[in-house]
């Protein structure tokens, strides 16, 4: 996925698949939305900055507020209860936490929160070491029509296509960059 600049707030977005030691378009090219405030240079990305992490991704399991689409991936159905803690101090920063069992921290983002997770999937960006102030909670999901708060949003249509296509076997990635 490309940005003309570190600015913009949407890319250009294209999957492929690796066929005979070669890279083959399966879908796209596509307009996908970024960041209220752009793509964080290397290494820059922080949390509420409003900036979708550049770098080279893989993806963690796909969620959504309707049933599961037909993914290959793990998916979680989100509830009211189900949060995505935000807080750099919890020790539970950056996951999905059920709040009727643990709490998320003093800032938690809804994962019951239609159409934008409709359908996503977490971006495996700072979920392994989950290091405080990073960032937290970047997903691709379905696009609400403008930027996001840091994540990469598309059509639900093209989102649903590239869901379905991606194979955990594969270890699909995204790589967000400026032309």
Known sequence: MTADSYGETTATLI????????WVKTYGPWTANLGKSG??????KREGDGRTPSG???????????PDPGVKFPYRQAFSYDKWSDD?????YNQWVDSRHANPGASSENMMNPPA??????????????TPHLGSAIFLHVSTGGPTAGCVSLPVDELLQLLRW?????SPQID????
């Open 15 to 22: 999957a492929y698949t690796a066929e005979n030691d070669r």
């Open 39 to 44: 793509i964080a240079p290397p290494g820059q």
């Open 56 to 66: 080279t991704y893989g993806f963690d399991f796909m969620f959504g507020v309707k």
């Open 88 to 92: 750099p101090t919890s020790p539970l």
């Open 117 to 130: 997770y409709d359908y996503g999937a977490v971006i495996d960006y700072n979920t392994k070491n989950r």
């Open 166 to 170: 991606m194979d955990p076997k594969h």
């Open 176 to 179: 967000i960059k400026v032309a």
